[in-house]
């Protein structure tokens, strides 16, 4: 029990920031962040499996987070006939000729020895291939991207229930990690963090530039929700009666039917808005507790010690007749698919997905603030991160425009270093987030819970 | 007749373009790679200082703009050059003293440092939009061009003109001057050996009475000029925006990278390599061909490789083609 005693506190001060935000700010807020600060925490659990149990840096999140998000389109949307009927052929083709390439190169790698003229043969399979990818998919684009631009102008997706689509973001994710594992995992810690860095960076370009796959920059809205939505929320009768009951004593204060009436059905709105955010918030729990648990089994079990061997000593680990570049490829690809998930829950919440707005900073460097300042190594630490960052995050305005206003009280409203001050609020937050690091692995390098070895 | 008007078309959409923006990536990646070669890090923060030093050029540039300083046909910036860089250099050796400091002496992993700078990269972002804000700005004063398309076609009477920018000019003109004296540096004096030295191999240099101190110093100094000069070439050239200069910090590892991290020479080289891949694959080719191919092969289409959507993306797979072949770049990396 007392080795869970930090823990405990240090969870029980994060839930009561979280309370004071919906006390001070509003419910809605504090719901929003709780769900956002659930996402984060997913994030950082599937980097954290990649560099606490394996030491292996992954500065790719972004790229796994953007595939995730682009299953749910996938996987969600509803099928777009049109454009099926004008390009779909050619796209399959297309398809096709893409998984003939990878079969054909994998059959010359293990048939033919290492020579010149395997790697001509390999060139000219590549070459071949994307002329006739570009000849064949050229028009078909085209025509799919013209089929009502305002509206659709892409394939659709599948049109499966949403949260099929967490899982296939998983799979995405992972198909992706085993691609850039095989290519980038031999290289050394800070190669690597590049290499996945730039990786990523160009299957987001893909994803923002390909508008028959998922309408790039033209973003996709509207996606379907797990929950319910707010407006059905404010017609149904058991909905409205639920929070009659709730707020019956607020009611009672009302003079008159028509102000009752008024008072009620702001607060159903507001009511049906919290209660959707209650319906993600139940759903990620289950999700983040699901993980939590397989990654400790995981983290406690042979294996995980195996991994912890490994990263702590690969030469020694490897002279015992472990697998390393076996297991890191594997941990590699699971990290990596517990990110998709996030990335595909992300977009769920959100409702819609944006190509553009993943980049490395949101999405790869403040996930990474959070498993070091969590605690690397250590699952529990990782989700605390996950809240502790983002609730930073989220809240650096508030607070820093709270202190500006404090220190500069004494001078007038229209001074000019108050008006830029407050101006430039938001950027407090990398501030913030950027102290807090370099505090962090100052002061307390292994983090806020640090990584614990139970000693049998 | 029509040959030489191709080979305008060329000079004026690709290789001009892609000489200026070659320099500025070029200087970048020296700076990467010299941070790499004797600090051991990678510098995730690269973009970040580059956009601090021109911050101070923009600042500047306005301040002398209303006090009424000129530089005649030249941009002011060029005035404010070396005011910025003492700013760069200021600050960087605050960072060094209080944060990186510490985990030289420890001799943390490389890995830790690229962390630490990623805080740093937070820190310095934050400084820079709460100094100067995320908008884009613009700080090109005096003469815009050194040959205009129309002067040239009337000069030469060719069917095809030819533009350079000032802009083009003063930077591939800076860089060569600025990688000269670098490397005349590194190669012939003494502190320039030391430093090459201690590169090569810590133990040793510290043996034969290398000060690490100083070289470490030095590094820094190095490094503020080539990302102050970097950062005010291409904010001239483009414009200054923090967030794109953030963003510069992918092709500029790329560069030095692909041309070996650790080996100046090859960072130089490597942005060359990375700017010229980049302009020649997403060039449309069509007004090339029509002038050299024989019409009855006129193409019809833009003849064009890649949109230029994928300019970054092209950088990057060059690079993960070289780590893939060839993980110590093209020149032998790790050596400066």
């Known amino acids: ?456 | 007749m029509d040959l030489i008007n191709a080979v305008i078309v060329l000079l004026n959409y690709t290789i001009i373009p892609a000489l200026t923006y070659g320099s500025q990536l070029a200087l970048g990646a020296i700076f990467v790679t010299l941070i790499y070669g004797i600090l051991r890090f990678a510098n995730f923060a690269t973009g970040d200082m580059m956009s601090f030093g021109t911050m101070f050029a923009v600042l500047l540039t306005y301040y002398f703009q209303s006090i009424g300083i000129n530089f005649g046909f030249l941009p002011t910036a060029l005035l404010t050059i070396p005011f910025a860089i003492f700013m760069m250099i200021f600050y960087m050796l605050i960072i060094d003293q209080t944060v990186f400091k510490y985990y030289r002496i420890k001799k943390s992993p490389p890995v830790m440092l690229a962390m630490v700078s990623v805080g740093v990269m937070f820190v310095t972002q934050a400084i820079i939009r709460i100094i100067i804000g995320p908008t884009d700005r613009r700080f090109l004063d005096g003469e815009k061009f050194i040959l205009k398309a129309t002067e040239f076609k009337e000069m030469t009477g060719l069917a095809e003109g030819l533009t350079i920018k000032s802009t083009q000019m003063i930077t591939i003109v800076v860089t060569i001057i600025v990688v000269a004296i670098m490397f005349w540096f590194l190669n012939k004096t003494k502190t320039g050996t030391s430093m090459r030295a201690y590169s090569d191999n810590e133990d040793l240099a510290l043996l034969s009475g290398i000060d690490p101190k100083k070289v470490v110093l030095i590094t820094w100094i190095i490094a503020g000029i080539l990302a102050t000069i970097g950062g005010i070439l291409y904010g001239l050239d483009k414009s200054y925006r923090p967030f794109v200069y953030f963003n510069n910090m992918l092709p500029i590892f790329a560069a030095a990278i692909v041309g070996g991290i650790g080996n100046p020479y090859g960072a130089f080289f490597g942005g060359y390599v990375i700017a010229f891949a980049e302009i020649f694959l997403t060039y449309a080719y069509k007004r090339f061909l029509v002038y050299i191919l024989p019409e009855s092969l006129e193409p019809n289409s833009l003849m064009q490789l890649l949109s230029t959507d994928y300019k970054f993306a092209i950088s990057f797979s060059i690079l993960v083609i070289v780590l893939i072949f060839r993980p110590s770049g093209i020149f032998e990396g790790k050596r400066i």
């Not at chain 1, 004008?86 to 054909?104: E, H």
């Not at chain 1, 100052?442 to 139970?454: C, D, S, Y």
Request: proline share 4%.
């Open chain 1, 1 to 456: 029990m007392r080795n869970y005693l930090n823990i405990i506190i240090a969870y029980s001060i994060m839930m009561l920031l979280i309370i004071l935000v919906g006390i001070f700010q509003s419910w809605s807020i504090a719901l929003t962040i709780f769900n956002y600060c659930m996402i984060s925490a997913v994030m950082t659990l599937g980097a954290n499996i990649q560099w606490g149990y394996a030491g292996l840096i992954n500065f790719g999140i972004m790229g796994y987070t953007a595939l995730g998000g682009l299953a749910v389109v996938l996987v969600s949307v509803a099928p777009v006939p049109e454009a099926w009927s004008v390009g779909g052929v050619n796209m399959m083709t297309c398809l096709g000729i893409i998984i003939l390439m990878i079969f054909s190169t994998r059959y010359i790698l293990k048939n033919i020895q290492k020579s010149n003229k395997r790697n001509y043969l390999i060139a000219g399979i590549i070459i071949v291939g994307l002329i006739l990818i570009k000849i064949i998919a050229g028009p078909a684009i085209e025509q799919i991207e013209a089929v009502d631009p305002a509206k659709t102008g892409f394939l659709g997706g599948l049109g499966l229930p949403v949260l099929f689509s967490w899982i296939v973001g998983g799979l995405f994710a992972a198909g992706l990690a085993f691609i850039v594992g095989k290519v980038a995992l031999g290289l050394r810690a800070d190669y690597l963090a590049i290499a996945t860095l730039l990786i990523a960076e160009i299957v987001v370009s893909i994803i923002k530039h390909e508008d028959w796959l998922a309408r790039g920059v033209k973003n996709v809205i509207g996606l379907k929700r797990p929950a319910p939505y707010e407006i059905d929320l404010q017609t149904s009768p058991w909905f409205i009666n639920l929070v009659e009951k709730f707020h019956s004593a607020k009611l009672d204060l009302a003079n008159s039917l028509s102000e009752r009436q008024d008072i009620l059905n702001q607060l159903v709105i507001d009511a049906s808005s919290v209660y959707v955010k209650l319906c993600f918030a139940g759903m990620f729990l289950v999700v983040v507790i699901i993980l939590l648990i397989i990654t400790q089994k995981a983290l406690y079990s042979p294996w995980g010690r195996m991994m912890r061997a490994i990263r702590d000593n690969e030469e020694a680990a490897s002279a015992m007749g472990k697998n390393v570049v076996k297991q890191h490829l594997f941990i590699f690809i699971l990290g990596s698919a517990i990110v998709g998930i996030a990335g595909a829950m992300m977009v769920t919440n959100d409702g819609l997905f944006t190509p553009g707005s993943y980049r490395p900073m949101r999405y790869t460097f403040v996930i990474w603030v959070m498993v070091i300042v969590g605690g690397t190594g250590n699952n529990f630490g990782a989700i605390l991160g996950g809240f502790v960052v983002w609730f930073l995050w989220v809240e650096a305005a508030p607070i820093a425009l709270f202190f500006i206003n404090l220190f500069t009280a004494h001078l007038p409203e229209t001074n000019e270093i108050k008006v830029h001050l407050i101006n430039s609020a938001p950027y407090f937050r990398f501030l913030l987030v950027g102290i807090g690091l370099l505090l962090i692995m100052r002061f307390r390098p292994q983090g806020i819970i640090p990584e614990k070895i139970i000693k049998q």
